[in-house]
């Protein structure tokens, strides 16, 4: 039965003005920006990856795994994940899409799990088939697992070669992040199935995990390719200030506990890193902290002016910070002020940027210049 015309002319008002309401223009050093509402009522989403036809992955820390439509329509949870340690700062946190995902359909994604001693950082890998994971196995554990809630880390990147980092954190445990006969406080890197390359600078050495790139890290949960360098770089939260962005090289030491930017909690002083020179030292810090976690080089149109430029979601920062880049230097930052805790940056194929806020009622935001369409 065909509709009354004033029902469709309500509608056709009605629908414009929802849009409307989830739509916002901030200011920005660079220009006006438009953050729209794509999805919500995600649960402390911590991720964000593109499938080929347009469609999002989204996790949620508490231990789901979504799939977003292109008009934001969240799907039910996927069924499949392995058992996931949801307390405190754990729970389901990385994914991203195998390089060869149109003919395998095969994703990974990092977790928290359970286990003897405590909980410590997984990554699993699995088939996404409809709405489901297949054919789930764990190719990497964080060892040992250790009690407490704090400090899982991570985030997961494929090099061209094929080789996959994965970054952690030291648990809020300090030391071990000094010790590598652990996992902990360190960047590991692996094959796709979990085994170790050869050519890792630790591998044959007496005492030290095989899996180990760099260490002496804290807490990372930013970590991203260059394209045109394919070189690997991460943003690591430091103690109360100090937060570092640094390019983690083959088996050097970044110095955490030993050295920090900031001060521990208590007020305890923390050497500079610059009085201790046989570490390696970052690229660039930041005091007060911006809580870096997430970050993507901007590549796309859209944003013609950021083109090359790296972009850092930040929890305390609560918006997105943009660095410009002259080879391993950082010559200027913009703070792109959202007022919500960002956990997550993406490019979109659409070149726009999308974000995740970090809250028990989360959004998926899309940011793009003032006026675009």
Known sequence: MMRPLSSLILAALIVPAAALAQEKVVDTPSGRIKVETVAGNLDHPWALEFLPDGRMLVTERPGRLRIVSQDGRLSEPLDGLPQIYSEGQGGLLDITLDPDFQENQQLYFSFSEEGEGGAGTAVARGRL????????????????????????????????DGKLFVTLAERFKFDPAQDLTNHLGAVVRINPD??????NPFVGRQNARP??????HRNIQAAALQPDSNTL????????????????????????PVVSWGRHYDGTD??????????????????????????????????????????????SAQGVVRLTLDGRQVTDEERISLNQRIREVQQGPDGAIYVVTDESSGEILRLTPAGSR
Not at 194 to 199: I, N, R, T
Not at 211 to 216: C, D, L
């Open 129 to 160: 088939v409809d709405n489901r994971l297949e054919d789930v196995q764990v190719i990497f554990r964080q060892q040992p697992k250790v009690s407490g809630s704090k400090h899982f880390g991570s985030r997961l990147a494929f090099a061209p």
């Open 270 to 315: 923390i050497p500079d890193p610059p009085t201790r020179p046989e570490f390696a030292q970052a690229i660039h810090h930041w005091t007060p902290v911006i809580s870096p976690s997430g970050m993507t080089f901007y590549t796309g149109d859209l944003f013609s002016d950021w083109r090359g430029s790296l972009l850092i979601g930040g929890l």
């Open 194 to 199: 979990g085994s170790v390359p050869q050519d």
């Open 233 to 256: 770089w991460i943003a690591e939260m430091g103690p109360r200030n100090g937060d570092e962005l640094n390019i983690p090289e083959a088996g050097k030491n970044y110095g955490w």
């Open 211 to 216: 899996e180990i790139w760099s260490y002496g």
